[in-house]
């Protein structure tokens, strides 16, 4: 069985519609190696050499950072607060901020009322600029409740709102319609994190 340098599991998938690109990304804990179906033996080894050395690569280079997913619901109302400080001068000062499984139309929502943020699980492996998008415009929510001027305003200081905006929107639109992932078929749509994958030419 093939695992990476820190032991994690590696699945080789090999795909009759991937024919230019090999790809390689974590899944559920799973390095997957995604390959040209007309590959050799010889050619998937040195590729999913190669895309695990790049993985590993952008580990270390994320540890080094010291950035870290806010996976528990304390984790991510200390970082909405971080946020909060650096974008919205720390006037959104939320009471609660936590995943939550049953928003299925909307990525995030807010209650001004009693400053209470959800986020939807969906965005849990999407990439870490979006969660930060989301989770910056349901605390300017609690600053203002509509989409008027004075709102996207307060977003203006994020760099990554008009680009996580478009990310979010391909997504809906692509989980809307059904459409599989265009790579590997298996359904996942555009959820799958551009900040985890890596995409090589395999000419």
Not at 156 to 166: C, D, I, L, Q
């Amino acid at each position: 069985m093939i695992t990476t340098e820190g032991g994690a599991p590696v699945e080789v998938r090999r795909s009759a519609r991937r024919t230019r690109t090999v790809a390689a990304f974590w899944e559920n804990g799973t390095a997957v190696v995604a390959i040209p179906a007309r590959f050799t033996a010889a050619q998937e080894k040195e590729w999913v050499q190669r895309m695990l050395a790049k993985l590993h690569r952008q580990g270390e280079r994320r540890s080094a950072s010291g950035r870290k997913r806010p996976a528990s619901d304390a984790a991510l109302a200390a970082h909405a607060v971080r946020l909060s400080e650096r974008y919205l001068s720390g006037k959104a000062v939320p009471a609660s901020v936590r995943w939550v499984s049953n928003q299925n139309s909307r990525w995030g929502s807010a209650t001004p009322a009693d400053g209470t943020i959800r986020l939807s699980d969906k965005l849990r492996p999407m990439p870490q600029w979006v969660i930060d998008y989301v989770l910056l415009h349901e605390l300017a929510h609690l600053l203002v409740a509509s989409h008027n001027a004075a709102f996207w305003k307060l977003l203006a200081a994020y760099p990554e709102t008009a680009r996580a905006k478009a990310f979010l929107e391909g997504v809906s639109f692509a989980m809307a319609r059904g459409l599989p992932d265009s790579e590997t078929g298996d359904g996942t749509g555009a959820v799958r994190p551009g900040g985890d994958r890596w995409t090589d030419d395999a000419d």
